[in-house]
């Protein structure tokens, strides 16, 4: 009997902090130390899992800079992320959301040559300094629709971002891992397209299948040690 092909399953941490006001009141060698103990220790992890760093303070006022995660090891994963808060300037960070998601991958077979850190389709993600970011609930209208009409549904809409070729928009599942159905994460290299794509976008039909898409998070891709600085 021919074995069944199976995807791989990758976990997506999409982990927003704040950094607490006691951390700027610090002098400045202490503060300088526990910056560099907690970027040594988020490289330390870098080889394993794919990480982007965003820079969302001045567009928001309940979070900082957002640590986008994925890992085809869940249990690493997790282990990885609940260490953003044991050093250094961790210890100052208080998180603010924290969404989690699944995204189908390539097929366990795939060629290593062709994946980022053995698991992770190259130049799916990370590519553009601008990301959009949203968590999504359908109405359970959605789910009692014909699988043709909802296909129908996902081709317009996906003729809409078809039409900006520097737009990047991926779906992570969060069904049996959080509360929303699914994450939207939406990169863009100008704001204009990423902007104009979104406004089309709210005005598809399958928008009214939508029951809650917020918060809705801006942020903007940057170094870790430049977000830090510019926080701190």
């Not at 074995?3 to 009141?25: C, D, G, H, N, W």
């Not at 809409?160 to 990047?168: A, K, L, N």
Request: proline share 4%; with cysteine.
């Amino acid at each position: 009997m021919e074995k069944t092909k199976r995807s791989a399953s990758i976990y997506s941490s999409f982990m927003f902090v704040k950094l607490q006001p006691e951390f700027r009141r610090l002098i400045s060698n202490e503060k300088i130390a526990a910056k560099q103990e907690f970027e040594n220790m988020v490289g330390s992890s870098q080889e394993k899992l794919f990480l982007r760093t965003y820079m969302v303070s001045g567009l928001r006022s309940d979070a900082d800079i957002l640590f986008w995660r994925m890992s085809d090891d869940l249990a690493y994963l997790q282990e990885t992320c609940s260490r953003t808060f044991s050093a250094g300037a961790g210890r100052y960070f208080t998180p603010s959301y924290c969404y989690m998601g699944m995204y189908e991958g390539p097929e366990i077979s795939a060629p290593k040559k062709d994946l980022e850190f053995g698991f992770l389709p190259k130049d799916t993600f990370g590519r553009h300094r601008y990301l959009l970011l949203h968590p999504v609930v359908k109405d359970h209208t959605w789910y009692e629709l014909a699988d043709q009409e909802r296909a129908k549904l996902m081709t317009e809409r996906a003729q809409v971002t078809s039409r900006y070729p520097d737009i990047q928009e991926n779906f992570f599942l969060s069904y049996g891992l959080d509360e929303p159905d699914m994450i939207v994460a939406r990169e863009a290299k100008s704001l204009e397209d990423l902007t104009a794509a979104t406004h089309e976008l709210r005005q598809q039909r399958i928008k009214s299948y939508t029951c809650e898409d917020k918060p809705v998070f801006l942020c903007l891709g940057r170094d870790l040690r430049e977000i830090m600085d510019a926080i701190s």
